[in-house]
C-alpha cells in the first residue's frame, strides 16, 4: 500500500515594530503544521520578532526555514521590483543568514528556504533569479531545502545547482493550463469554497493532478502545501486540512527527502 506524506507550511513572523496584530494567529497555528517559514526584517519582521517566532516554532518542534523577501516593508514584499541576479543573491544570503543566527541561538537547525511574495513569483518565472536564490541558498548551507512553485523555474534551478528542491502547492489558489497559479488581479484566482480547497489538496497529494481554472486537469508535484494563518477562518481551515489529510491516510510531517 503508498504512503503518502505532506508538508504543511504557513508564513510566520511577519509583524515589526509596534505591530503585532499577527503575533496571536501566528501562535494559535503552530500546533497545526509542520513547518513555518519565518519572515527576515526585509518585507516584514524585526529582530525581536524574528526571535520570538524561532522560540515559538522550537516549542512546538516545527521545521523552521528563513522566508526572504523583497526590500518593502510598506508593500509587504508583494510589489514587483527590478533587481539583478546579483542583488538578489545578496539579500538572500543576509537573510538566511539572519535568521539562522537566531535559530542556532536557541540550539537549533535551521530546515529550508521560501522567498516571500514577488520575489517567489519573480524567481518562479526568471531563470536567472532562480539560480541566484539557488546558489545562495547552496553558498550558505547546501544541505536546506528550497521550497518553490512546483513546476517552477526556481525548482528546476535548485535540482541544476545541488539544493534540495521541494515543490510546493497551493489550498485556495487556482491553477492555469501551463501549471502556473493563476494571477490574484484575475477573476477566479481564490478558491473560497473550504470543500473546494480540501478536494484540490486531496487531489494533488494522492493523485498528482490539479484541476485548472478552465477545467483541463495538469499533472503537479505537491511535496509541502501552503496555508495562510491570518485570514478570518484560517484556524477553522487549517485544522480541518489536517484532519482530512490524516483521516485519508497522508502522513503530515515536515518535508524530508527520500
Known amino acids: 500500500m503508498r504512503t503518502y506524506t505532506l508538508d504543511i507550511n504557513c508564513d510566520l513572523g ?8 499577527l503575533m496571536k494567529s501566528d501562535e494559535a497555528i503552530l500546533p497545526l503544521i509542520t513547518s513555518a517559514n519565518i519572515a527576515c526584517g526585509f518585507h516584514a519582521g524585526d529582530p525581536a520578532t524574528m526571535r520570538l517566532t524561532v522560540e515559538r516554532a522550537m516549542k512546538h518542534q516545527i521545521a523552521i526555514g528563513a522566508h526572504p523577501g523583497l526590500p518593502d516593508l510598506q508593500g509587504f514584499g508583494r510589489r514587483t521590483m527590478e533587481i539583478t541576479a546579483r542583488e538578489a543573491y545578496d539579500m ?11 535559530v542556532r541561538a536557541n540550539g537549533g537547525r535551521l530546515h529550508h528556504v521560501k522567498p516571500h511574495g514577488a520575489l517567489y513569483n519573480m524567481a518562479a518565472a526568471d531563470i ?34 545541488g539544493v534540495r528542491g521541494v515543490s510546493e502547492v497551493f489550498a485556495d489558489r487556482t491553477y492555469r493550463s501551463d501549471g502556473k497559479l493563476t494571477p490574484r488581479s484575475q477573476h477566479g484566482a481564490l478558491i473560497e469554497q473550504p470543500e473546494a480547497a480540501l478536494a484540490q489538496v486531496l487531489r494533488m497529494v494522492k493523485y498528482g493532478k490539479v ?3 478552465d477545467g483541463a486537469e495538469v499533472p503537479i508535484q505537491a511535496d509541502t502545501v501552503c496555508i495562510h494563518g491570518d485570514g478570518e477562518h484560517a484556524l ?9 489529510l490524516e483521516a485519508e491516510g497522508v ?8
Open 251 to 258: 502522513d503530515v510531517t515536515a518535508y524530508k527527502a527520500k
Open 211 to 213: 484541476i485548472t481554472l
Open 14 to 21: 511577519e509583524s515589526y515594530g509596534p505591530y503585532r496584530t
Open 92 to 102: 538572500v544570503v543576509y537573510q538566511i543568514g539572519a535568521l539562522e543566527a537566531f
Open 128 to 161: 536567472k533569479l532562480a539560480e541566484a536564490i539557488a546558489e545562495a541558498v547552496y553558498q550558505v548551507q547546501p544541505e536546506l531545502y528550497l521550497y518553490g512553485l512546483a513546476g517552477s523555474e526556481l525548482i528546476k534551478a535548485a535540482n541544476r545547482i
Open 236 to 244: 477553522t481551515f487549517a485544522q480541518t486540512i489536517r484532519d482530512m
